[in-house]
């Protein structure tokens, strides 16, 4: 009799292979070694951690982790949900033979006044940087209209599956979500929001209007897909009626702003403009919502296709299941696309998307499917209690799905970095 293997049965054998294939690599477990905020323990791990290695960050308050090779920073979850925290990460001048992966951290920057402070700086990586399930925020004040996330000189960043948020104005300039520089970058199931503006305060010697909201996305040069995500510029501050007569509420801020010749490209994303702050009782209302883009000196384009969506819960130990979420048109079968390496592929115009895993050598592809009415597919990929022997404790793949399109072409989904670790881990 003809055996029909079920999905999560191949999925299974798939990671296996690539489990054989992969090359051995080290795991740097960080635990947080005090009470307050750890400065010591990550600085630590990466200078001892070499390209191609992982830093396993247990749940716990971490201050900055510069990364200047290619190297992971996986963030363990708690018993009780809870991630690791960290004040910054800066990402810098990775060469293009490395990956760098952050996944389930809280990146979040303390208060700056007086000098501008990003939680998240990406610059002059020539390497692939990939962000997924990340938070990264600035927590109260910070002046210059400070990014919570920076990219700079970079061309090959993905962040997927990360919530963005410019901080809130408080005595200064909201912060914007996000600032890209002469890069590009492509956001998958991304929540990115501009600060909003401080209200009018009646100080008694210097009263203030209240001040504007902040972009959300603002990039100059290069470029940036927009892939199932929600962009939304900060609303402006409120206004009052103080002593000495009306302080003005502050207008909203654009969702998207190019500039220096950038082009971004929209696949099932919505993208608004802040709302005016509210001005006070009996006093004129000045402030106005923004729109949803400024071209500035930019250009816009919509793929006509809907957003397909990949999560494989990581980090994965043996012994378990890998969890695996896939979204799209009900009906529709896709490829899932597995290798161990990750190269991507800034590719809208013939791929409807970003290419994240690496062709060389051809990913390994299993098809899933068909998608249930509900939309939402789920399996459960069983993994051998052994399946890591010594001197490997570690593998990472990254996994990504493909439908077809019109035209022959095909059209990519989000991606998932997955990192597998030995049970003991």
Do not use: W
């Not at 600060?195 to 010697?205: I, L, Y």
């Amino acid at each position: 009799m003809r055996r029909i293997l079920r999905p999560a049965t191949v999925l299974s054998f798939l990671l296996l292979s690539a489990a054989l294939a992969h090359g051995a690599g080290k795991v740097f477990v960080v635990q947080q070694a005090s009470p307050g905020i750890d400065g010591d323990s990550i600085p630590n791990a990466l200078l001892q951690a070499g390209d191609g290695d992982t830093i396993l960050v247990k749940p716990g308050a971490y201050a900055t982790a510069t990364v200047t090779k290619g190297v992971a920073l996986v963030g363990d979850v708690g018993a009780t949900g809870t991630r690791p925290t960290l004040r910054h990460v800066f990402v810098q001048g990775v060469p293009a033979t490395s990956r760098v992966l952050l996944r389930g951290l809280e990146i979040e920057a303390p208060n700056a006044i007086g000098g501008g402070a990003t939680a998240l700086e990406i610059d002059g990586c020539a390497a692939a940087v990939l962000v997924e399930d990340c938070s990264v925020r600035i927590a109260g004040a910070a002046s210059q209209n400070s990014p919570s996330v920076f990219v700079r000189a970079s061309g090959r960043v993905v962040i997927t599956r990360s919530e963005i948020r410019g901080n809130e104005g408080v005595g200064v300039l909201a912060g914007r979500g996000v600032r890209a520089e002469n890069s590009d970058v492509s956001l998958y199931s991304c929540e990115v929001r501009g600060g909003r503006g401080f209200d009018a305060n009646p100080f008694p010697f210097a009263p203030t209007p209240a001040e504007d909201g902040a972009v959300a996305i603002d990039v100059v040069g290069g470029r940036v897909l927009l892939a199932g995500s929600s962009v939304t510029g900060g609303g402006g501050g409120h206004g009052i009626l103080g002593p000495t007569g009306c302080l003005a509420a502050g207008d909203g801020a654009v969702g998207l702003r190019l500039d220096g010749g950038a082009a971004a490209h929209r696949l099932d994303t919505s993208i608004a403009g802040g709302a005016a702050g509210v001005d006070a009782a009996g006093c004129p209302p000045v402030a106005v919502p923004a729109p949803p883009l400024d071209l500035a000196n930019g250009t816009i384009s919509t793929i006509a296709e809907s957003i397909r969506t990949l999560n494989i819960v990581s980090p994965v130990r043996e012994g378990t299941s890998a969890q695996l979420t896939l979204t799209g048109p009900p009906g529709e079968n896709a490829v899932l696309l597995l290798a161990a390496t990750a190269d991507p592929l800034f590719a809208p115009s013939t791929l409807s998307g970003t290419l994240l895993v690496s062709l060389s050598p051809p990913p390994l592809a299993l098809t899933l499917g068909p998608v249930p009415p509900g939309g939402t597919l789920q399996l459960a990929a069983p993994l051998p209690a052994n399946l890591l022997s010594p001197p490997l404790d570690f593998v990472e793949f990254h996994a990504q799905v493909l439908v077809g399109g019109a035209g022959g072409f095909g059209v990519l989904g989000s991606g998932s970095s997955v990192t597998l670790l030995d049970a003991a881990l």
